[in-house]
T-cell receptor, first 118, second 116 residues
Framework: AQTVTQSQPEMSVQEAETVTLSCTYD???????LFWYKQPPSRQMILVIR??????QNATENRFSVNFQKAAKSFSLKISDSQLGDAAMYFC???????????????FGKGTLLTVNP | ETGVTQTPRHLVMGMTNKKSLKCEQH?????MYWYKQSAKKPLELMFV???????ENNSVPSRFSPECPNSSHLFLHLHTLQPEDSALYLC???????????????FGPGTRLTVL
């Protein structure tokens, strides 16, 4: 079974600074997807960024980028030029890339609560 | 907004009450999910429906009863709950349930349930 670990229960960053949230995972599969979800205080879980394991290039979405280290099974999220609206709980998640059975299931980490200080 | 709505947003109920949570998706998806989110724990998948058919029941107690009348609507019927059932209940939808690309899950805002 796959596991996802977020070792930082809480992080804080100054507005306009850069912060990196850590995520490690364990899997025996070679084809999979990794996600970062953001859950602000309004509670709507929003997909921030997605990485496909067979792509070597790190995914980027505006101020959000990932550092995907497949061999190390590490998938960190970097937020540049942090804004007050970035304050939220961030969840790392894993999903198999294979079809069939229960491979569609998302495995989530426990989350990292990010505080942005003005 | 993700295209997934949930009502009510907050619910307080006694252990002997019967209530229902509603989820609706406007994305044309075929799969819908119920998750339970408790403090300091990863999201727990409860039920999955694909094309209105239940495909997953993750050992959920029978006091939780899901219903999926069509691909756009999902209900969670609650009865004789326990205080430990207090949590945020999230609904999600996706195009399908294969493990491949394009089946990302989109979440609703959740219902904060408190059982007294």
């Amino acid at each position: 079974a796959q596991t996802v670990t977020q070792s930082q229960p809480e992080m804080s960053v100054q507005e306009a600074e850069t912060v990196t949230l850590s995520c490690t995972y364990d899997t025996s599969e070679s084809d999979y997807y990794l996600f970062w979800y953001k859950q602000p205080p309004s509670r709507q879980m929003i997909l921030v960024i997605r990485q496909e394991a067979y792509k070597q290039q790190n995914a980027t979405e505006n101020r959000f980028s990932v550092n995907f280290q497949k061999a190390a099974k590490s998938f960190s999220l970097k937020i540049s030029d942090s804004q007050l609206g970035d304050a939220a709980m961030y969840f790392c998640a894993y999903r198999s890339g294979y079809s069939g059975g229960s491979n569609y299931k998302l495995t989530f980490g426990k989350g990292t609560l990010l505080t942005v200080n003005p | 907004e993700t295209g997934v709505t949930q009502t009510p947003r907050h619910l307080v109920m006694g252990m002997t009450n019967k209530k229902s949570l509603k989820c609706e998706q406007h994305l044309g998806h075929n799969a819908m999910y119920w998750y339970k989110q408790s403090a300091k724990k990863p999201l727990e998948l409860m039920f999955v429906y694909n094309f209105k058919e239940q495909t997953e029941n993750n050992s959920v107690p029978s006091r939780f009863s899901p219903e999926c009348p069509n691909s756009s609507h999902l209900f969670l019927h609650l009865h004789t709950l326990q205080p430990e059932d207090s949590a945020l209940y999230l609904c999600a939808s996706s195009k399908g349930t294969s493990g491949g690309a394009g089946n990302e899950q989109f979440f609703g805002p959740g219902t904060r349930l408190t059982v007294l």
